[in-house]
C-alpha cells in the first residue's frame, strides 16, 4: 500500500518568514495530493490539493509543488502570520475512485512566533 | 449547513465495555471513513464506506466493527474496548472519494 512520509515534525518560524513542509511518497499510482490543516481541538481542514498533472498551484500564501519523478511534493506558506499555527497533514491517493483512501503523513506542527 | 456531525465528543470506557460511535453527514456523500489520530503517528484508517450497503477495512481494523446505516449515517463499534483504543476518532466523507474529505470534529476516548 500507500506510504507517506512527512517532514520536518515541528517547524518554528518567525511572523512574516515563509514556511515549507516536505512529503514523499512510494505508490507511482498515486495522483492526488491533498493538505489539510488542523487546529487545537478540531478536525482537519483541506487547505489545497493538487492532482498529478499539475506541478504547481497556490492560493494567495499557500502554493503546493510536485515532483512526480521524485514522488515528492511540498506545502509553501509565505508571509505567516501567528494564525497560521496547527498541524499541517500532507496526504496522497489515487482515483477518482470509491475503493480509495488517503493516507497521511504523521504530520508537522507549525508554530509561527509574533 | 452542518457537514459531518459526529457524537459524542468526550468518551470514558472502562476496559471490556462497549460504545458505539456516530458519524452522520449531511452532504449526499457515498463515500464515508473512519480514522483514529494518536500522537506522533498522524491519522490511521480504520474502515471506510464506498457507498451505501458497502464496507472496507482500512490499515487498523482489528477491534472494530462498523454500519453503513444509510447513504448518511456510519457508526463505528468497539466491541469490548482496550487501553490501546485510547485515541480521538474521526469521521470524515468525500464527493468523488477520494477527493476534498469533510472531518467531523472527532471524538476523544480514554479507556481506562
Known amino acids: 500500500g500507500e506510504n507517506v512520509e512527512q517532514h520536518p515534525s515541528t517547524l518554528s518560524v518567525q511572523e512574516g518568514d515563509s514556511a515549507v513542509i516536505k512529503c514523499t511518497y512510494s505508490d507511482s499510482a498515486s495522483n492526488y495530493f491533498p493538505w489539510y490543516k488542523q487546529e487545537l481541538g478540531k478536525g482537519p481542514q483541506l487547505i489545497i490539493d493538487?492532482?498529478?498533472?499539475?506541478g504547481e498551484k497556490k492560493d494567495q500564501r499557500i502554493a503546493v509543488t510536485l515532483n512526480k519523478t521524485a514522488k515528492h511534493f511540498s506545502l509553501h506558506i509565505t508571509e505567516t502570520q501567528p494564525e497560521d499555527s496547527a498541524v499541517y497533514f500532507c496526504a496522497a491517493s489515487w482515483g477518482p475512485s470509491g475503493y480509495s483512501t488517503l493516507t497521511f503523513g504523521k504530520g508537522t506542527m507549525l508554530l509561527v512566533s509574533p | 449547513n452542518a457537514g459531518v456531525t459526529q457524537t459524542p465528543k468526550f468518551q470514558v470506557l472502562k476496559t471490556g465495555q462497549s460504545m458505539t460511535l456516530q458519524c452522520a453527514q449531511d452532504?449526499?456523500?457515498?463515500?464515508m471513513y473512519w480514522y483514529r489520530q494518536d500522537p506522533g503517528m498522524g491519522l490511521r484508517l480504520i474502515y471506510y464506506s464506498a457507498s451505501e450497503g458497502t464496507t472496507d477495512k482500512g490499515e487498523v481494523p482489528n477491534g472494530y466493527n462498523v454500519s453503513r446505516l444509510n447513504k448518511r449515517e456510519f457508526s463505528l463499534r468497539l466491541e469490548s474496548a482496550a487501553p490501546s483504543q485510547t485515541s480521538v476518532y474521526f469521521c470524515?466523507?468525500?464527493?468523488?472519494?477520494?477527493?476534498?474529505?469533510?472531518f467531523g470534529s472527532g471524538t476523544r476516548l480514554t479507556v481506562v
Open positions: 493538487i492532482r498529478s498533472n499539475v
Open positions: 452532504m449526499n456523500h457515498n463515500s
Open positions: 470524515a466523507s468525500s464527493e468523488p472519494a477520494p477527493e476534498g474529505y469533510t
